[in-house]
């Protein structure tokens, strides 16, 4: 294979050798017999090879190309001159590039800042801004489609100009801080005097978001819960006292331990209703999971282990009781009512559950709704936990031995402590951030994969923040075509096309380039801005969304 490719390269160069030869005839024809000798001294044939594209994969570059001329001075008037001249090569061939620019501090100098900062940090007036440049940018809020924005060298200036030094300016500062902390100070004791004022006299007004809530809902139902274990624990604090029954006290604790757990999930319930605030921007509602959480370490503590305390005493110390009559009286009424509150209970997870889209049994065990949960899980216990009261002491009553009543107080401080396990775990995992159903991310996800604009969705995450809140966050992979496209379609091409023909320098260039790419930038912002609307428009449950540009 060797000899061949020689004789090709041989091959070419005599093509080439042809070629100039007949170069130089035509030269030498022109500029006189005389001249012929010297081209033909100086050219070198190899020279051209470098203006050919080898066709051949093994045939390398020669050396560059040369150019040779002469001046000649006719008739023997004096003697011959060479000049030579160099012609670049390909890989010498000059091209415009853009120099890196270095972006200082002073070019954060054109960010920008909204009039309310501007007012805030510089401690400026609005008149002072009426003074200077003004511009218009696409709005971040729903609300509105685009706002007015300053520059921030601009408002850094004018500070200095109507406080005259840094220091003045930070002088003014501290004091507007501590005005502003004595304002709410002042405002605190206000409010607080006005709530007295209200008690006082009455309030006249209409009741309240926060009131509201308790004759619906939850809210109801914890409401319902508070009364009749009120009741209960009364109760069953006088039927201990009168037979000094140790499954009794367990029950009587029991109650006192659902009632005092179900005012602190009123106080989460009113407090989970409340407005978000700079404080809490994404608003309060886990304070239900807190304090279903907080109520199931209560019933722990308190009826489980004074349950479990005072069964062991009565194991130990075995005391004989008085009559069971009145404390049989009072186990019934309290399985009456708590088969209601139960029943309650379930016919509003039911609903909640149906409006869910889920089953009874998985809606429950997600603790989707944690107050109402605590009712029905508390609630069941105290079913069973009268059952096995009762129980108990009528096989004491029967036998004459106290320790089945004991025995029966270790069962129910058993029952509560499983009550209290599964409340701490449920609310648990909600309070660490628990993702919404499969279903429910595969919907949205196709719908943004179902865009035009969108080329792929990664990194999906879809958070259950509580009350049927979600939030919703993603990698969107942008189509750059689609996005340029969309902006093409709002401009004056003939004009755009104007603009590219008076492009004539890299400046001109560079300067078309920022123009338009800040423009498409903006576009991509609008996108952005379009799809999460779109999101929340057709699944209302979606709250808050964050679509990251990849």
Same mark, same amino acid.
């Given at each position: 294979m060797l000899p061949g490719l020689a004789a090709a390269t041989a091959a070419?160069?005599?093509?080439?050798?042809?070629?100039?030869?007949?170069?130089?005839?035509?030269?030498?024809?022109?500029?006189?017999?005389?001249?012929?000798?010297?081209w033909q001294n100086v050219v070198t044939l190899g020279s051209f090879s470098n203006m050919v594209r080898y066709s051949h994969p093994f045939i390398c570059t020669l050396s560059q190309m040369k150019s040779y001329s002469t001046n000649v001075q006719k008739e023997g008037q004096g003697s011959q001159t060479?000049? !030579?001249?160099?012609?670049?090569?390909?890989?010498?061939? #000059? /091209?415009? #590039?853009? /120099?890196?620019?270095?972006? *200082?501090?002073?070019?954060?100098?054109?960010?920008?800042?909204?009039? #309310?900062?501007?007012?805030?940090?510089?401690?400026?007036?609005?008149?002072? &801004?009426?003074?200077?440049?003004?511009?218009? @940018?696409?709005?971040?809020?729903?609300?509105?489609?685009?706002?007015?924005?300053?520059?921030?060298?601009?408002?850094?200036? /004018?500070? =200095?100009? !109507?406080? *005259?030094?840094? %220091?003045?300016?930070?002088?003014?500062?501290?004091?507007?801080?501590?005005?502003? $902390?004595?304002?709410?100070? @002042?405002?605190?004791?206000?409010?607080?005097? +006005?709530?007295?004022?209200?008690?006082?006299?009455?309030?006249?007004?209409?009741?309240?978001?926060?009131?509201?809530v308790f004759f619906k809902g939850p809210g109801k139902v914890v409401m319902v819960a508070i009364c009749i274990n009120g009741l209960n624990c009364f109760f069953k604090f006088l039927a201990w006292i009168y037979t000094g029954s140790a499954s009794m006290f367990s029950e009587a604790i029991h109650s006192l331990s659902d009632t005092c757990n179900q005012g602190l999930l009123a106080v989460g319930i009113s407090k989970?209703?409340?407005?978000?605030?700079?404080?809490?921007?994404?608003?309060?509602?886990?304070?239900?999971?807190?304090?279903? =959480? $907080?109520?199931? !370490?209560?019933?722990?503590?308190? *009826?489980?282990?004074?349950?479990?305390?005072?069964?062991?005493? *009565? &194991?130990?110390?075995?005391?004989?009781?008085?009559?069971?009559?009145?404390?049989?009286?009072?186990?019934?009424?309290? =399985?009456?009512? %708590?088969?209601?509150?139960? +029943? #309650?209970? !379930?016919?509003e997870l039911r609903r909640s559950a149906r409006a869910k889209g889920m089953s009874f049994y998985k809606y429950v065990m997600e603790s989707r709704d944690p107050s109402t949960n605590v009712i029905l899980l508390e609630d069941t216990a105290a079913v069973l936990g009268v059952t096995i009261a009762a129980t108990c002491m009528g096989l004491t009553s029967i036998t004459g031995n106290p320790l089945y009543d004991s025995l029966g107080s270790l069962g129910v401080g058993t029952l509560l402590g499983m009550v209290s396990a599964f409340l701490i775990y449920t609310n648990t995992e909600a309070l660490l951030g628990r993702s919404i159903q499969p279903e429910q991310v595969q919907r949205l996800t196709e719908l943004l994969e179902n865009d035009p604009s969108v080329r792929a969705i990664h990194d999906v995450k879809a958070t259950d923040l509580g009350l049927g809140k979600v939030r919703f966050k993603a990698e969107v992979d942008f189509d750059g075509r689609v996005v340029t496209r969309s902006y093409l379609e709002k401009q004056d091409f003939d004009q755009m096309l104007q603009e590219i023909q008076e492009v004539k320098t890299p400046e001109e260039l560079e300067t078309f380039m920022l123009k338009h790419g800040e423009n498409i930038i903006d576009t991509l912002g609008a996108e952005v801005d379009r799809l999460e609307k779109e999101l929340k428009k057709r699944n209302p449950e979606v709250r808050h969304v964050d679509l990251e540009i990849l």
């Open positions: 070419h160069r005599c093509s080439w050798s042809s070629l100039c030869r007949l170069h130089l005839r035509c030269r030498a024809a022109a500029h006189g017999s005389s001249e012929r000798q010297e060479l000049r !030579v001249e160099k012609v670049p090569s390909f890989d010498e061939t #000059v /091209k415009a #590039v853009l /120099k890196k620019r270095e972006y *200082g501090p002073k070019y954060t100098q054109n960010n920008f800042i909204t009039g #309310v900062r501007a007012i805030n940090e510089f401690c400026l007036k609005s008149s002072d &801004l009426d003074q200077l440049r003004k511009i218009r @940018r696409r709005s971040p809020h729903e609300d509105t489609e685009s706002f007015t924005v300053y520059l921030r060298s601009d408002v850094e200036a /004018k500070s =200095l100009e !109507v406080w *005259g030094s840094p %220091e003045a300016l930070a002088r003014e500062k501290k004091l507007r801080k501590e005005a502003e $902390i004595e304002y709410r100070e @002042r405002l605190f004791r206000n409010q607080k005097i +006005l709530r007295e004022y209200r008690d006082f006299l009455g309030n006249t007004k209409p009741r309240s978001r926060t009131t509201s989970s209703v409340q407005t978000p605030d700079p404080t809490h921007p994404y608003g309060f509602s886990n304070m239900r999971y807190i304090a279903s =959480l $907080i109520s199931g !370490v209560g019933i722990f503590m308190m *009826g489980a282990g004074l349950s479990w305390y005072h069964g062991i005493m *009565g &194991l130990l110390n075995p005391q004989p009781m008085e009559s069971l009559l009145w404390a049989y009286c009072i186990l019934a009424g309290s =399985l009456a009512s %708590e088969g209601a509150t139960l +029943l #309650v209970a !379930v016919n």
